[in-house]
Antibody
Framework: EVQLLESGGGLVQPGGSLRLSCAAS????????MCWVRQAPGKGLEWVSG????????YYADSVKARFTISRDSSKNTLYLQMNSLRAEDTAVYYC??????????????WGQGTMVTVSS | DIQMTQSPSTLSASVGDRVTITCRAS??????LAWYQQKPGKAPKLLIY???SLESGVPSRFSGSGSGTEFTLTISSLQPDDFATYYC?????????FGQGTKVEVK
């Protein structure tokens, strides 16, 4: 069974940092692209970042570029999102999601349950 | 960035109704469009990919159509489990963008 389990969310002060993790199981991790999508309270979905199966291709939304870093560790079957210089507007539920191809050009067929990030003083 | 605009934002319907949601892209995205269903407190679920391909396990009452800039999601006969919010998403170019969502509520 394909499973994605996020962790690492929590309360952080503005300007602080947090690292989210997404543990994957039930599929060959390196054969699929992965991404992070967030959802602010009561709002819609916002794509944050995507990474190809081998980690060689990475994209970011302009709203997080230069502050967030996506990465993946194939030895641990885990996707990461390092978030620095956090702002109040980064407050959201963060979902990791699996692509349907090794490249980043696909829909997302499996999602984790989400982890809440709250940026507040 | 490609803007995705859904209509309507809210749709009131009854069980058994035929429901249609429209998604328009600000420029052509060929058929690189997905539809997701999201229920409160839950992660989105993929329904349709490549504009009209039904994801495995999704009931056949869901269908998608369109190409270029105009797309539709149709639920042929609304069931109690279908009351939810629906999002379209383009994956033609970066950044990936979602529509603002359409909430299907009980009439």
């Amino acid at each position: 069974e394909v499973q994605l389990l996020e962790s690492g969310g929590g309360l952080v002060q503005p300007g602080g940092s947090l690292r989210l993790s997404c543990a994957a199981s039930g599929f060959t991790f390196t054969s699929y692209s992965m991404c992070w999508v967030r959802q602010a309270p009561g709002k819609g979905l916002e794509w944050v970042s995507g990474i190809s199966g081998n980690g060689g291709t990475i994209y970011y939304a302009d709203s997080v570029k230069a502050r967030f870093t996506i990465s993946r560790d194939s030895s641990k079957n885990t996707l990461y999102l390092q978030m620095n210089s956090l702002r109040a507007e980064d407050t959201a539920v963060y979902y990791c999601a699996k692509g349907t191809t090794v490249t980043t050009g696909s829909a997302f067929d499996m999602w984790g349950q989400g982890t809440m990030v709250t940026v507040s003083s | 960035d490609i803007q995705m605009t859904q209509s309507p934002s809210t749709l009131s319907a009854s069980v058994g109704d035929r429901v249609t949601i429209t998604c328009r892209a600000s420029q052509s995205i060929s058929s690189w469009l997905a539809w997701y269903q999201q229920k409160p407190g839950k992660a989105p679920k993929l329904l349709i990919y490549k504009a009209s391909s039904l994801e495995s396990g999704v009931p056949s009452r869901f269908s998608g159509s369109g190409s270029g800039t105009e797309f539709t999601l149709t639920i042929s006969s609304l069931q109690p489990d279908d009351f939810a919010t629906y999002y379209c998403q383009q994956y033609n170019s970066y950044p990936r963008t979602f529509g603002q969502g359409t909430k299907v509520e009980v009439k």
